[in-house]
DNA sequence: CGTACTTTTGAATCGCATCAAATCTGGTGG
DNA sequence: CCACCAGATTTGATGCGATTCAAAAGTACG
């Protein structure tokens, strides 16, 4: 993990007013690497650039569970208020996440209602994405959960696979093998193609 | 569905500042009743005093999807700021329900940084919900989903149920009859115990 | 009383989890 | 460059649990 960028995403410089901008400091994290653990308390928060980072907690009989798997944007943005976190965020792929602290985004927040209303927005978007993620998971059939995703997430049918299979069989609540057998079955179906770093939905005649 | 209350929920008077609780409306919904539909554009948000309303999508196969099974708090909050609502809301049972003009909250939050914080902290809080309800959706089994609501939403091991089992079922993302047969199941073991309107868990020496 | 809905139980079927094992892959060190 | 290892990927066999379809009994309400 090292630091010394000065860019700053496109996304977080429109949500960010101008005066914090100095304040973001973007590092380069590799695979293994944590954000943060349950517990901790909350100093900064965290912007992903690129890669994938998983939130996740342990299940009643210690099986990890995947609460969100991010490839971009805010990571925990729901513990800007919060004493501690509820999560571990674990870093599966090389990535660049910028950081700033949350004293800052708090004092800007209070100034700025402008400011204020943008992080409601996003505030927003990320309920409704999480919406549909419950939707995707009340469907039983993994068949279903993978397509629900791509026409949810993936832009025409265009899903990015920062790290492999396994993480995203973890995002759709599947074990790795049933999300392989499905995704061969519907390669084998000509409905899919793999492609190096992602999946493709193919014949969107539909 | 009439009107006439001037009394406010103790929650809801405390998020709002006190210049906009005059323009609240409180109002009595019956079972069956609609508070929106999908598309319609948001003019108010609607905060439940008591009963049950469910947020529902139609999946792909045209069958119900519960995407939040709300007794207390707002309804689609994440729709503030959007141009049409995404789901249906759904009354279950008979609910007093209070309701308050979009226009009037976006107003109050850009000139009152206290309230815009309170909102943001009711949005994380949801947030929170959520990705609780996303924990709980990715457990395989009926009773392992159950218990885990029982043990993040109620009180001491205790669950209302405005409505039957069945709309709770569907908060589970699971059959009717298969909550009905794990219901039994759990009451034989006697590790719960069926009350006049809620599930209470028993033995909780744990 | 009749209707609509919830609740309840039964039987058959399907899909996924699980366990097991083989192959492939990238990266490390000799 | 090759041996080697850890992890990802892939395929197979088996069992369990939920869905599904079906039907009956209970319940609220006009």
């Given at each position: 993990?090292?630091?010394?960028?000065?860019?700053?995403?496109?996304?977080?410089?429109?949500?960010?007013?101008?005066a914090?901008?100095?304040?973001?400091?973007?590092s380069?994290?590799?695979?293994?690497?944590?954000?943060?653990?349950?517990?901790?308390?909350?100093?900064?928060?965290?912007?992903?650039?690129?890669?994938?980072?998983?939130?996740?907690?342990?299940?009643?009989?210690?099986?990890?569970?995947?609460?969100?798997?991010?490839?971009?944007?805010?990571?925990?943005?729901?513990?800007?208020?919060?004493?501690?976190?509820?999560?571990?965020a674990?870093?599966?792929?090389?990535?660049h996440?910028?950081?700033?602290?949350?004293?800052?985004?708090?004092?800007?927040?209070?100034?700025d209602?402008?400011?204020?209303?943008?992080w409601?927005?996003?505030?927003?978007?990320?309920?409704k994405r999480?919406?549909?993620?419950?939707?995707?998971?009340?469907?039983?059939?993994?068949?279903?959960?993978?397509?629900?995703?791509?026409?949810?997430?993936?832009?025409?049918?265009?899903?990015?696979?920062?790290?492999?299979?396994?993480s995203l069989?973890?995002?759709l609540?599947?074990?790795?093998?049933?999300?392989?057998?499905?995704?061969?079955?519907?390669e084998k179906a000509q409905?899919?193609?793999?492609?190096?770093q992602?999946?493709?939905?193919?014949?969107?005649?539909?």
């Amino acid at each position: 993990m090292k630091t010394g960028f000065t860019q700053i995403h496109k996304d977080l410089a429109e949500l960010l007013p101008g005066a914090l901008h100095a304040l973001c400091q973007t590092s380069t994290y590799k695979k293994g690497d944590s954000l943060f653990a349950v517990g901790d308390k909350p100093q900064a928060m965290f912007f992903i650039e690129s890669g994938e980072v998983l939130l996740q907690r342990l299940g009643p009989q210690g099986d990890p569970i995947v609460l969100q798997r991010a490839s971009r944007g805010f990571v925990a943005e729901a513990s800007l208020q919060s004493v501690r976190y509820h999560c571990d965020a674990r870093v599966v792929v090389r990535s660049h996440i910028t950081r700033i602290a949350v004293a800052d985004l708090q004092s800007a927040m209070t100034a700025d209602p402008v400011f204020a209303q943008a992080w409601i927005g996003m505030l927003n978007r990320e309920l409704k994405r999480l919406r549909l993620q419950c939707e995707r998971l009340a469907l039983n059939r993994v068949e279903d959960r993978l397509l629900h995703l791509m026409a949810t997430e993936g832009a025409g049918g265009h899903l990015p696979l920062g790290a492999g299979l396994k993480s995203l069989a973890g995002q759709l609540g599947v074990t790795h093998e049933a999300l392989y057998r499905c995704v061969a079955q519907l390669e084998k179906a000509q409905r899919l193609q793999r492609v190096p770093q992602a999946l493709q939905l193919v014949g969107g005649s539909t």
